[in-house]
């Protein structure tokens, strides 16, 4: 059986919903890839994998908020954007890698808090995606 087309009601252009799914898809591989560098002993590797994905999702909540498809912004708006959208611990990340630190160096269970944080984030985002894009027609 064929997979069912998307019946896009014009809310979000189809190739919009293709990026923002790919970008959350991304994210969630890389908890994947997260968990088992914390299953490994290596927190670093760990928080290094998440990191990008938690931008991904950040990204994809910005663009369900601001609907890029209607208007266009500058990189340091969407910047400024996506940094107010990161969660806390996220935040924090994001003014260590400003500063050109590393993550090497993290515990695993230091690490731990914030993989879980970035999974209940990037299912948070996962939701409202759904809850956005059009729905299937029924068969």
């Keep these: 059986m064929a997979p069912l087309e998307r019946d896009v009601s014009g809310a979000i252009p189809t190739r919009w919903l293709a990026q ?3 970008q959350l ?16 002993g290596a927190g670093g ?4 994998e998440a990191y990008p ?9 910005v663009w369900l908020a601001d609907e890029p498809w209607h208007r266009q912004r500058s ?3 969407y910047s400024r954007m996506v940094r107010a959208e990161l969660p806390s611990g996220f ?4 003014e260590m890698k400003v500063d050109h630190r590393s993550f090497a160096g993290w515990r695993p269970e230091d690490a731990r808090p914030l993989i879980e944080e970035a999974r209940a984030f990037v299912a948070a985002v996962r939701t409202e ?4 894009a059009p729905k299937a027609a029924p068969q």
């Design 20 to 22: 923002l799914e790919g």
């Design 25 to 40: 898809a991304d994210a969630e591989r890389r908890l994947g890839a997260a968990d088992r560098h914390l299953g490994g």
């Design 45 to 48: 590797r760990a928080i290094e």
């Design 53 to 61: 994905g938690v931008m991904a999702a950040a990204m994809v909540k």
């Design 75 to 77: 990189l340091d708006e």
């Design 91 to 94: 935040a924090t990340l994001f």
């Design 129 to 132: 995606l759904e809850r956005s």
